[in-house]
């Protein structure tokens, strides 16, 4: 089967009206397959659904189509990443949404990447960037295509680290820049407020969620780049990685500590 | 001739791996055509070079090959509009640049807009948006492809005005969602400083060396929306609609004054 659907049909390309390419208008969910399946797809579809009504998209597309196409792409895939990303549509130019505009959808199957495991026992290590996130709450939280503090962030470094951590304009710690991050200390789990930016990632919500429920503490609030020394264990997230330990951020190092593991095994379960 | 060039070839489509639609890893360029030749060329050749260093382009467009393919385009058009995207290229997934990525150039050519030329004698309308600009030095002044929030706020209104003006989270006048604005007082030409956000548009450029080429003070600093009122004449600037005077911004009126026709001849030459 074709790896990619656009708007329902096999195909690699998209026309160069379509907003995504002209204002990066619209959003994205990267999820991964396993033996088949879309993991967490509800939860996909609810940020989706969140990033659409935050963006006031008119048009959106139907759930139940998303998924037959995700379900059609990932079937007979053991392990997979599907990339899904929604558009406003079609503009001949200019910023104002054309009355008539249909979103588009568009569906991608790759491989599942080779560098997602970390090393048995192990963490990955981290840096801190230089590329600061703007404080914009109009698009806090969710997962829109308008990435490029992210791209320059990744520009930072090569393959030294695995990835990099981003702060706010008030030295706040964010995320990586393309996970989530958290932290723990005296047995709390502690993770940044994203409510000026950031992505709310569905790994993070499943974490959070494992979490309560597994009765750690957790703690939602704005974390000082300056305090992560204090912590004990740093973890991050994302729906394709699961849960990576971090060994360091730049010099500083952290174990790979019991709390970290506990979530890990829950959430592989 | 085919009204598009994708990377030099009639079309019009690009790749869904094309960075531009991932990320809005990118920038453009809207330049007026006028007797089959783009206006302003060298100008907004240097503000797409000055793009593409501080989004750190390693590959960047030949630009005599940009003009070879402006020219061919724009030929026997007495009046158009050239849209010129560069992206970063593909990427088959994630943030990271590949070292061999090379950019990809879109020009497309669409008619001449009906609603530029406001009524003789007259100025347009404008709006105070609410949506705000974050403050985000790494990409200020330059026009690249994140466009979400002039995206949003020219959905605050439907045709009732001709513009919206958008204001930083400081409650700084920044620029409006597809110009620049410019305000008069005591003869003195005053745009916002646009080191934290807005784009440093080519009209705006050709306005400031026309003014000062004309012994007319210029005054470019910060602006607070709440001085807006103290000013005598407002107007608009962009590389299609020139000079936009402007006769009001929601309830406040302004006069089509001398400076703003002064300034209007002189572009219009």
């Not at 990447?113 to 090393?119: K, L, N």
């Amino acid at each position: 089967m074709h790896p990619t659907l656009v708007n329902g049909k096999p195909g690699d390309t998209i026309g160069v009206t379509d907003r995504g390419l002209q204002f990066g208008d619209g959003v994205f969910e990267t999820i991964a397959v396993i033996d088949g399946r879309p993991r967490h797809w509800q939860l996909h579809m609810a940020r989706l659904q969140r990033s659409l009504a935050k963006l006031k998209f008119h048009d959106r597309p139907d759930p139940d189509l998303l998924y037959h196409e995700a379900i059609g792409l990932c079937a007979d895939q053991p392990r997979a990443v599907l990339k899904l990303i929604i558009t406003r549509g079609d503009s001949q130019r200019g910023y104002a949404v054309p009355a008539d505009a249909q979103c588009h959808r568009i569906l991608r199957l790759t491989p599942w990447p080779e560098w997602v495991t970390p090393p048995v026992g192990g963490g990955v290590k981290a840096t801190l960037c230089q590329t600061r996130l703007a404080r914009q709450p109009a698009l806090a939280g969710i997962k829109h295509l308008n990435r490029l503090e992210h791209v320059l962030a990744r520009l930072e470094w090569d393959s030294e680290y695995a990835e990099g951590l981003m702060c706010d304009d008030h030295d706040l710690l964010i995320e990586g820049t393309m996970s989530n991050v958290f932290l723990i200390r005296e047995g709390a789990l502690h993770t940044p407020l994203l409510n000026h930016c950031g992505v709310e990632g569905v790994m993070r919500e499943h974490v959070l969620e494992t979490a309560q429920s597994q009765g750690i503490e957790v703690e939602i609030q704005p974390l000082h780049r300056l305090t992560l020394r204090e912590f004990d264990e740093v973890f991050l997230t994302n729906s394709v990685i699961g849960i990576w330990p971090v060994q360091s951020v730049d010099e500083m190092q952290f174990p790979l500590g019991p709390i970290t593991q506990q979530l890990q095994q829950a959430i592989n379960r």
